[in-house]
Every structure is written in structure tokens, then in C-alpha cells.
């Protein structure tokens, strides 16, 4: 049979505007310097899911959820189709192909409330700092690595799927995703797909952008890209003694440069195997707790969650002394101590 319109221009760009999406907040997971992008592409993955969501209720029949969401049983009968070869071919997604947008889309949801949390905790000085313990913000972040480990596997289990249903049903799915185009069951007369009602789907992408820019608001998004906390008044009077000395250290030094400190921060040494570099007790945030290698919990070494560092001058000259040595095998620089402090007060 001649292939028809099965699913509409929206249902299309969400399902290829999430992939890049959660791609976009895999690859930026890591790294300190993109967490603000990390959660702004997640807010846009939350954008995204609820729209997806609404279009699910009020879009057109291929886009409902009631046209692929079935029972268990009838679920289970279509895995069985498989297996044997002989699949039925439905108008819209699959049973199993239906359970797997409902429970990506359950997943995703998930990713962004947690993470929303955990960007709100005192961790990362967000709106519930007083308001989340240390202990409920760690189970928390917790969820969100389960989530995102989930999310991977479904990922795989999802293109896996599209492939063996695309085999058996002798039809490319994936073309079908991009054009909406599929061959519809043979014994069901089709009528050609309703024009997009554009009032509904309006109201769709608003409720859904509407939510993103509330969430946005709510964890003071926009105002906290650049924050970068004042050094104390012994933090700033080190670092003037620290510029001085390091102008004489080195004649061509022309100021402490944060990105320094960040691969200070990173970077690997060999005089102690235990603790080879900073993160190996700060973790790779230093905006969150650490542990020793003898399993004493660290407080957080940034100064924006931790307003006690680098407070007392005795206390931060003793600890730059006892990890520089710990860490490197010698004492730091002027230079390296600048750079280092810099860039903790700019995250």
C-alpha cells in the first residue's frame, strides 16, 4: 500500500529537537564551566516534554495518546508478533514503540525536576539553600545519575527497536519520523491526516515554554550564569600579596588568570599517588562535599556555598601550604595560589 501522513510537523521536530537536546546536556554533564548551559538545555528539554505532552491530549489522532498507549496484554501479544515475524502494522506507534514514549517521556520529566532540585540547593546556592539538607540534596542528585544511566538505556533499547519493528514491518521508521509518512495497516481505510489545529498547538507550546521560563525564575537562571562571589577582605588582601609576588617571581606576569586555577584544579601529579590532584578529595565540583582518602567528609572548597573560606589568613596560608605539598610534592607559586583562588571566587 501507498505510504500516508501519519505524524504531524510537530510531533516530528520534538522527537529530533529532544535527541539534540539530550545530547546537548549529556556532553555538557561534566564539565563545571557548562553547567549553566547543562540546565538550560535540560529547562528546554522540560519545555519540550510538556508540550509533547499536551499535543498527546489535544493534537491530532496519530499524536494522541490514546491512538498508541495500550493495555499490557496487547503489548505483550504485539512483543510476540515480533519475535514470530509477523508484526501487526498500527496506524501510529507500535505498542511497544507507545510504551517507549511514555516511559521516555516519564524519564525526562524525571531528569528535570531532580536536576531543577539540585540546582536549587544550597550546593549551588539556589533558591532552597536553608531549605534542603546536604543529605536529601546528595539522595536527590543520586536520582538523577539513576535517571540518566535509565535514560541511556532506553535511548538504546529505543533505536534498537525502530530497527527490528522497521525489518519486520518491512517499512523505514526512521525516514518516517522525518517525512511522517508510513504504510498504514492494510484492512483499516485511512482518512488523509486533519490539517494542525493551530489554536491547540499554540496553546501546547506556550503551556510548555511557559513552564521552562517559571522553572528559569524560580533557580534565578539568568541571574546566576556570571555570578562570581567578592573575595573576603583577607582573600583580596592575599591576593594583592600574591600579584606583588609573583611580579617578582616572574617580571612578565600580568595578572591571575581563572582558567589557571581550573587546571590547577584538574590537573594530575605524580608525588602522591593517593590524592594525584584537588579533585581527588573536592570531587570535580568543588562547589560540593569531599572526602579524604582516610573517608573524612571535606566541606565544599568554594567560597560561593561555603562562606567560611579563605575567611582567616592563617587558616587559608596553612591550607595552601598542606595541599600544595599533599597534592604537588612542593609549595605553589604566588601565581598558581592567585590563580587558584580566582577562579574558586568566579564559580
Not at 186 to 202: H, N
Not at 225 to 233: D, L, M, V
Not at 314 to 319: I, L
Request: aromatic share 6%; with cysteine; hydrophobic share 45%.
Amino acid at each position: 500500500m501507498d505510504k500516508i501522513r501519519v505524524w504531524d510537523p510537530f510531533v516530528r521536530i520534538a522527537h529530533w529537537a529532544l535527541g539534540l537536546l539530550v545530547l546537548g546536556s549529556f556532553l555538557t554533564s561534566e564539565k563545571d564551566a557548562w553547567l549553566t548551559t547543562h540546565v538550560a538545555l535540560g529547562l528546554g528539554v522540560l519545555s519540550i516534554v510538556v508540550t509533547r505532552i499536551g499535543w498527546g491530549l489535544v493534537g491530532p489522532g496519530p499524536a494522541r495518546f490514546t491512538s498508541f498507549v495500550k493495555r499490557p496484554g496487547e503489548v505483550l501479544a504485539y512483543a510476540r508478533s515480533m519475535l514470530r515475524g509477523r508484526p501487526a502494522i498500527h496506524l501510529s506507534h507500535n505498542p511497544l514503540g507507545g510504551m517507549m514514549v511514555v516511559a521516555v517521556l516519564g524519564v525526562l520529566l524525571g531528569l528535570a525536576a531532580s536536576g531543577s532540585l539540585v540546582f536549587a540547593s544550597g550546593a549551588f546556592r539556589g533558591p532552597l539553600s536553608g531549605l534542603m539538607s546536604k543529605g536529601l540534596t546528595h539522595d536527590i542528585k543520586e536520582v538523577h545519575e539513576v535517571l540518566s544511566t535509565l535514560l541511556l538505556v532506553l535511548i538504546g533499547v529505543h533505536v534498537a527497536g525502530v530497527l527490528a519493528s522497521s525489518v519486520a514491518e518491512g517499512q523505514n521508521l526512521v525516514l518516517g519520523m522525518i517525512n511522517g509518512r508510513k504504510r498504514p495497516p492494510a484492512d483499516v481505510v485511512v482518512a488523509p491526516l486533519p490539517v494542525t489545529p493551530m489554536p491547540r498547538l499554540g496553546a501546547s507550546i506556550a503551556l510548555g515554554a511557559a513552564l521552562a521560563v517559571v522553572v528559569a525564575l524560580l533557580l534565578g537562571l539568568p541571574g546566576r550564569a556570571r555570578a562570581a562571589t567578592a573575595p573576603s577582605p583577607v582573600a583580596a588582601a592575599l591576593l594583592a600579596e600574591w600579584q606583588e609576588a609573583a611580579k617578582r617571581e616572574q617580571p612578565s606576569f600580568s595578572g591571575f588568570v581563572a582558567d589557571e586555577g581550573r587546571k590547577l584544579y584538574v590537573k594530575a601529579f605524580t608525588a602522591t599517588p593517593e590524592t594525584p590532584s584537588c579533585q581527588s578529595c573536592h570531587t570535580p565540583d568543588p562547589r560540593r562535599e569531599g572526602l579524604t582518602p582516610a573517608g573524612k567528609v571535606v566541606d565544599p572548597l568554594a567560597p560561593s556555598v561555603n562562606k567560611a573560606r579563605f575567611t582567616d589568613r592563617k587558616e587559608t596560608e596553612k591550607w595552601f601550604k598542606r595541599n600544595c605539598k599533599q597534592v604537588m610534592g612542593r609549595e605553589c607559586t604566588a601565581a598558581e595560589k592567585g590563580h587558584f583562588l580566582t577562579w574558586l571566587l568566579g564559580i
